[in-house]
């Protein structure tokens, strides 16, 4: 079975769905024996060199249109798009991944020109693949009320995590003096409301928080009546941090804070989970499904509920109980297991009339 994967992502993304195209290609490679093309405009180092490659010119229309040309080329059995789209006209089987839609449900966190070209690559992907994974029950259900898709078509896989994150590490000092709060300027990360919740937290009673995902400049200019918060070190901003260093972060806090309202999976969760950490996460759909009972919930739009959460978390016994849970919560998502569900959904899509 050869199987072409658009690796633009694979190549160039140093997080998110990069993470997630070399995680899956990884596991693949590791656990099955899919034989793999990655196709990526630009020749970058691969992170994985032994793997094929066919690097092409960067241009939206190679990626959409002429891309298909080299696929149908190299006999293909299928090609899966790792990021809500695929190749215009292909004539082979297809696989597409897709994320999320939160273009839809929060198209305020998106330029008018970003959520018109992502509904179109969505709606083409969603109509004219074989097959469709989704992250989580989460995102499919967000699939069947946007988009009336094919509820045949669409096979729920959870995501894989960083090898980083897989590995056996050995803790520095643990200071514990600090939460690690996962956010960005968009709204529906929430940071407004943990930024509220330390600003009503007249006696300090909180650990100060480590703010991951926004750089300073854009967190002056979104978040101007907070700076307060800055300047008085009980909020910090490290800016950009590379997977070594988040990982060092996350080992040396109390805690993991992930305020978001809505995703399409949760990526953190396992990373939290994997370092031994407690979470404190935003009452969502998704999360409940990720996280099950390995994580205190707080209602995303009251500071003081978070506040609670911050303060019960701080108890030995609780965290303690909250880790065990954790390690038990990722025999869910191994990636032997993972790895064959996607092989099993390749060879359905092959024998599919």
Known sequence: MLVGFDAKRFYHNKSGLGNYSRSLIRILNEFTDVNIKLYSPYN????????????????????????????????????????????????IPTVVTIHDVLFKRYPKDYSSI???????????????????????????????????????????IYEPISKAFKKQHELKENSSDYFVVLATAQERKNLATVLQCYAEDEGENLLPAVI??????????????????????????????????????YQNA???????????????????????????????????????????FFDPLCPRSLKKQLMAIREPTMAANLIQSGIQNLNRFQADVLAKAYKSVYEKVLIKP
């Open 44 to 91: 970058n180092k691969p992170p994985q060199a032994s793997i094929p490659s066919h690097f092409y010119k960067n241009a939206i229309l190679q990626r959409a249109y002429f891309i298909r040309n080299q696929i149908h080329k190299d006999g293909l059995d299928l090609f899966h798009g790792l990021s809500n789209e695929i190749p215009i006209g292909l004539k």
């Open 114 to 156: 970003d959520r018109c070209i992502y509904h179109r690559k969505t709606k083409y992907a969603i109509r004219h693949a074989t097959a469709i994974v989704c992250p989580s029950e989460t995102t499919k259900l967000d699939l069947l009320k946007y988009y009336k898709a094919d509820e045949s078509k669409i096979h729920v």
């Open 212 to 249: 991951i995902g926004i750089q300073e400049d854009k967190f002056l200019h979104t978040f101007s009546s907070y700076k307060g918060l800055l300047q008085s070190g009980r909020i910090r901003i490290p800016g950009y941090v590379e997977e070594s260093r988040l990982l060092n972060y």
């Open 254 to 296: 109390l805690a993991i804070v992930y305020p978001s309202k809505w995703e399409g999976f949760g990526i953190p969760i396992l990373e939290a989970h994997s370092v031994h950490k407690p979470l404190i996460l935003a009452d969502n759909p998704c999360f409940r499904e990720i996280a099950g009972s390995a994580a205190l």
